[in-house]
């Protein structure tokens, strides 16, 4: 049988309706943090960025939220597309930290018409 | 942001045999790459920091004789897996820290996905 951990939390939304993932990250010192978009078979593309002196950053439909408080981020995408589908990932790092990102479990976005 | 390519994008090899995978940055002079691993269904997992001229610093648990890690320029680095075994099979992936826009984030190739018979 399947492992637990090996199934990505999906979020399922109808096209043109607001989509929020969630994410937890581990680290208090971590000072950035970015989101990644990746389609099967493909590398992860970059979506945008924030932070941690920063509590919210718009972008072109997407608007990441940041809660130091709680260690939370999340990703908001307005008016979500089919093309929109795929797993999206929440990246942490820390400027002292040798430029390493720690990547999160990931969530799948399926976009349904 | 960066522009990155890998090459091959997918590779089949028998059990035994080494790998080699280039990345290489098109638009950016790179003096750090970084190297993932992604099982399927799976996170990205770091295997290594590779720095132009230097030897390339691994991640815990990850063997630095099996996976060879070579940063000769500003523009390449490359990863031999040697003596690759099935279990070995995942898609690599690489990236470049910085680009020509940016220089405190990390750009992505597109993965290169090795099966190992």
């Known amino acids: 049988g399947e492992s637990v951990g090996l199934h990505l939390p999906t979020l399922s939304v109808q096209e043109g309706d607001n989509s929020i993932i969630n994410c937890a990250y581990s680290?208090?010192?971590?000072?950035?943090f970015i989101w990644y978009k990746q389609e099967s078979g493909k590398g992860p593309q970059f979506i945008i960025d924030?932070?941690?002196?920063?509590d919210k950053r718009q972008g072109q439909r997407v608007t990441v939220l940041l809660n130091k408080t709680v260690k939370h981020l999340s990703l908001q995408i307005a008016a979500t597309q089919p093309g929109d589908s795929a797993v999206y990932f929440c990246?942490?790092?820390?400027?002292?930290?040798?430029?390493?990102?720690?990547f999160g479990a990931g969530t799948r976005l399926a976009v349904h018409p | 942001g960066a522009v990155v390519s890998q090459h091959p994008s997918w590779v089949i090899c028998k059990s035994g045999t080494s790998v080699k995978i280039e990345c290489r940055s098109l638009?950016?002079?790179?003096?750090?790459m970084f190297w993932y691993r992604q099982f399927p269904k799976q996170s990205l997992m770091l295997m290594a920091t590779?720095?132009?001229?230097?030897?390339?610093?691994?991640e815990q648990g990850v063997e630095k004789d099996k996976f060879l890690i070579n940063h000769a320029s500003l523009t390449l680095s490359t990863l031999t897996v040697t003596s690759a075994h099935p279990e070995d099979s995942s898609f690599y992936i690489c990236?470049?820290?910085?680009?020509?826009?940016?220089?405190?984030?990390?750009?992505f190739g597109p993965g290169t996905r090795l099966t190992v018979l």
């Open positions: 590779s720095n132009e001229g230097s030897k390339a610093t691994y």
């Open positions: 990246a942490e790092g820390f400027s002292g930290g040798y430029n390493k990102l720690i």
């Open positions: 990236s470049v820290h910085g680009g020509p826009h940016r220089t405190d984030t990390q750009y």
């Open positions: 924030i932070r941690s002196n920063m």
């Open positions: 638009d950016f002079q790179a003096t750090t």
């Open positions: 680290n208090s010192a971590s000072d950035y």
